[in-house]
């Protein structure tokens, strides 16, 4: 029984050490020489939550993919804003243009 509960808490700190890793399930496979299925197995049977990582690849991803819209989005309003600064300074010269008070020529 106390080998059981030793070999119990080495795959719990197997799990720890996987959940807070940033490398993919198949390098981490790969790099243990133990196969992807069977750190899944340990994933579900031995994961506790409180140890989730920070940053798993997945929400790293996740993050990535928000991140690359929000600066999209921030082009597009950038890009927008420029166009209407332009617009906006052409409409200026157009209305000092047409103000101007016109000369009489008085030519007698």
Avoid: C
């Amino acid at each position: 029984m106390n080998n059981e509960n030793g070999t119990m808490k080495s795959l719990k700190q197997t799990v720890k050490f996987l959940q807070e890793q940033t490398k993919s399930f198949g390098e981490l496979a790969e790099e243990l020489d133990i196969p992807k299925s069977t750190l899944h197995q340990w994933m579900g049977q031995y994961r506790e939550l409180k140890n989730e990582p920070v940053a798993s690849v997945d929400r790293v991803r996740e993050l990535e993919a928000e991140l690359k819209e929000a600066r999209r989005q921030l082009q597009e309003r950038q890009d927008q804003l420029a166009d209407r600064e332009e617009e906006l300074a052409i409409l200026k010269k157009a209305v000092h243009i047409f103000s101007k008070p016109r000369n009489a020529d008085s030519s007698s």
